[in-house]
């Protein structure tokens, strides 16, 4: 277990923000976790359990304890004719974890390539692209219950999965568990799932399988993001907004163009990329942090920005969109105060 004072957080967030935590706590087995759970010091002191902070905000420096899994490994669980369980470390990288599956021709996760972020976020945010969330795949999440240290498995259903939603991120329940291992169910038959943005395009005239399709979606993103290796980000800010059919009849008379996908017979999702550059916000700029001009859900540190620059700028954004057209953008990045 590696636990370090006054630790810079500029390599665990990818917005490149060089804020200080009073304690950076790293554990590496399951032993180690429970120590650490049973250390009256530590269970004193605000704390908060991160990943690679692929989808997170510091606004300043840390005055608490950062805690981070080292817990990694891919082993199968178990496997029948048709399917293999794999059980992955919470520390796995996510994108490394695909390419695992893909290689072994193992199904269900290609979909969600190049998506940035650790194994346990992955339950933890149920990440979705192109058609597909983690929630599909994912059999159970094991955890750890910080107030009593006591283990504690959880079934899908469980997770109450929905679209980016888990009940750990439910406000009564977040910051209460911590996960250390995600099981995941891939398929020996995958089917293709391609209906999604421009992917089955981009197969064409290509032989279709799970490293087509992997290669298609991580050129695809590459294109449509900016890379966080170069240009700060945390990928999406914002989510797509669900709205009732009355309120979107009434501005597709106003916007023709307005793009939408159904979801049940009294709600449709709206891009909020779309919104957000109707609202000709693309390229915008607050102090060093601006609106991406490659794609304007994402906020990028363009010029050594702090997190209060790109807080603010996104709450323009926000507001933004909320005066033109009456629609609420809820973040998916979380802030940290």
Known sequence: MRIIENYSLLKHNTFHLDVKTRWFVEYESEADLQRLLGDEYFMSQTFLHIGQGSNLLFLGNFNGVIVHSGIRGIDIWKENDGHVWLKAGASEDWDAFVRFC???????????????????????????????????????????????????????????????????????????????????????????????????????????????????IISIRREKLPDPAVEGNAGSFFMNPYICIAHYGALKKQYPAMPHYPVDDKVVKIPAAWLIEQCGLKGKTLGGAAVSTKQPLVIVNQNHATGTDIALLAEAVRRSVQENFGIELRPEVYSVA
């Not at 976020?121 to 979705?128: C, Y």
């Not at 259903?157 to 996960?179: P, T, V």
């Open 102 to 216: 893909v290689e072994k021709g193992w199904g269900g996760v290609e979909n969600l390539s190049l998506i940035p972020g650790e194994v346990g976020a992955s339950a933890f945010q149920n990440i979705g692209a192109y058609g597909v969330e983690a929630s599909d795949c994912i059999e159970e999440v094991h955890t750890y219950h910080i107030p009593t240290g006591e283990k504690r498995i959880f079934t899908n259903a469980e997770c109450k999965y929905s679209y980016r939603h888990s009940f750990f991120k439910e406000e009564a329940n977040c910051g209460l568990y911590f996960i250390t291992h995600v099981i995941y169910r891939l398929s020996k038959q995958p089917e293709y799932i391609l209906g999604y943005g421009n992917v089955k395009s981009r197969l064409e005239g290509m032989e279709i399988n799970l490293q087509t399709i992997r290669e298609a």
